[in-house]
């Protein structure tokens, strides 16, 4: 029965059975009120990365579309090594670098193509912490719903950014309905 169940795994790995799932960090975003609230959590395997660490503080920012074209976040939280084997994330959004507050480890991804992570992050290690963007909107922010993934480290692992629906802002809805309504008239009169 064992050499049964041996053959069947092995036939199961030549067939294509998906492998298992990398690790990542999971960066979420929310309005929460009249704030913007971006969450992160998760863990990554640094086994042939390149680890610099460098002591570097890491700022509360996010920058959905950077000088370089690329987009970048940073939850504050203190010194972080920098991680270089990662590319960065694509821009998410339009909107331009704003200042928030953070909770939990210094944690960030950089328009450098690296990652920040805590001083002395060890391995699969989970971490968990926050940026506020304090009388925020998705909207305001410029922000784009989608998926961005960084690219992924020699492990396979990646961080991951999920962006929900925006909805627009209340004067621009208000805006773009009186242009419809007018729209409507002008053929009304015609």
Do not use: C, W
Not at 47 to 65: C, E, I, L
Not at 133 to 158: H, I, K, N, R, W
């Amino acid at each position: 029965m064992k050499r049964i169940l041996a053959i069947v795994g092995m036939v199961a790995v030549a067939a294509g059975a998906p492998a298992p799932a990398a690790a990542t960090i999971d960066i979420t975003v929310a309005e929460l009120g009249a704030d913007v609230v971006f969450s992160y959590s998760g863990a990554l395997d640094l086994a042939g990365a390149n680890v610099v660490s460098a002591g570097a503080n890491t700022n509360a920012f996010v920058s959905p579309v950077s000088g370089s074209g690329v987009g970048a976040i940073g939850f504050g939280g203190g010194s972080t090594d920098r991680v270089f084997d990662v590319t960065s994330l694509p821009p998410f959004g339009t909107g331009s670098f704003l200042a928030g507050s953070a909770l939990g480890p210094g944690f960030g991804v950089f328009t450098s193509d690296s990652l920040g992570l805590p001083l002395g992050y060890v391995s699969d290690t989970q971490i968990v912490g926050s940026l506020t963007l304090t009388g925020q909107t998705l909207a305001s922010l410029g922000l784009l719903e989608g998926v961005y993934v960084t690219g992924s480290l020699p492990s396979g692992d990646f961080v991951h950014l999920t962006i929900p629906q925006v909805v627009p802002e209340p004067a621009l809805a208000l805006l773009a309905l009186s242009g419809a309504a007018a729209l409507g008239l002008r053929r009304r009169l015609r």
